[in-house]
């Protein structure tokens, strides 16, 4: 197995993990809050699918999905084009609101962009520095382990959620 097929392999039990997160919920249920500046499935999955859109466009150096695609225009929040979510408060969270559908659609957008760009990778490509501004500069592969790791740890958040509503 090349280390490409590794991280396709990984992208696409991400994959897997949001389809059975938000699959047959309703936008009430997706809206739901386990407590009052708790985070909802939604954002969640629009968050970590904004961040994996975000942060593999730059490495790419392709248009972000999010844009180049019409979701932004789809979901209609009252966030600017460039919000991933990242430090969102929790009045911010609450604007995050969407369907089932739309979020998976989303998703997979951005995951088959992904997955087209990280099966053009060879080994010696995950040495690029793609990130100046951290001590020290963040590389490739670095980056594409940490959007994974963000990934699987907000669906496992939002999977906690789906269970407080007994789904």
Same mark, same amino acid.
Request: zero cysteines.
């Given at each position: 197995?090349?280390?490409?097929?590794?991280?396709?392999?990984?992208?696409?039990?991400?994959?897997?993990?949001?389809?059975?997160?938000?699959?047959?919920?309703?936008?009430?249920?997706?809206?739901?809050?386990? +407590?009052?500046?708790?985070?909802?499935?939604?954002?969640?999955?629009?968050h970590?699918?904004?961040?994996q859109?975000?942060?593999?466009a730059?490495?790419?150096?392709?248009?972000?999905?999010?844009?180049?695609? +019409?979701?932004?225009?789809?979901?209609?929040?009252?966030?600017r084009?460039?919000?991933? +979510?990242?430090g969102?408060?929790?009045?911010?969270v609450?604007k995050?609101k969407?369907?089932?559908?739309?979020?998976?659609?989303?998703?997979?957008?951005?995951?088959? *962009?992904?997955?087209?760009?990280?099966?053009?990778?060879?080994?010696?490509?995950?040495?690029?520095?793609?990130?100046?501004?951290?001590?020290?500069?963040?590389?490739?592969g670095?980056?594409?382990?940490?959007?994974?790791?963000?990934?699987?740890?907000h669906? +496992? *958040?939002?999977?906690f959620?789906?269970?407080?509503?007994?789904?």
């Amino acid at each position: 197995m090349t280390s490409a097929e590794l991280l396709v392999d990984a992208f696409g039990r991400v994959r897997e993990e949001v389809h059975a997160v938000v699959d047959d919920l309703s936008t009430d249920d997706l809206a739901f809050r386990v +407590g009052d500046s708790a985070n909802t499935i939604a954002w969640l999955v629009w968050h970590l699918t904004r961040i994996q859109d975000d942060h593999l466009a730059d490495a790419a150096d392709h248009p972000q999905v999010w844009t180049d695609q +019409g979701w932004f225009d789809r979901f209609g929040l009252s966030l600017r084009k460039s919000d991933t +979510g990242y430090g969102h408060s929790a009045a911010q969270v609450a604007k995050v609101k969407a369907s089932a559908e739309l979020l998976i659609g989303y998703y997979d957008a951005t995951n088959e *962009q992904t997955i087209d760009y990280v099966k053009t990778l060879k080994d010696k490509d995950f040495d690029r520095i793609v990130d100046e501004a951290w001590d020290p500069p963040v590389t490739l592969g670095v980056r594409l382990i940490s959007v994974i790791s963000d990934d699987l740890q907000h669906v +496992g *958040q939002a999977a906690f959620v789906r269970g407080m509503l007994g789904k």
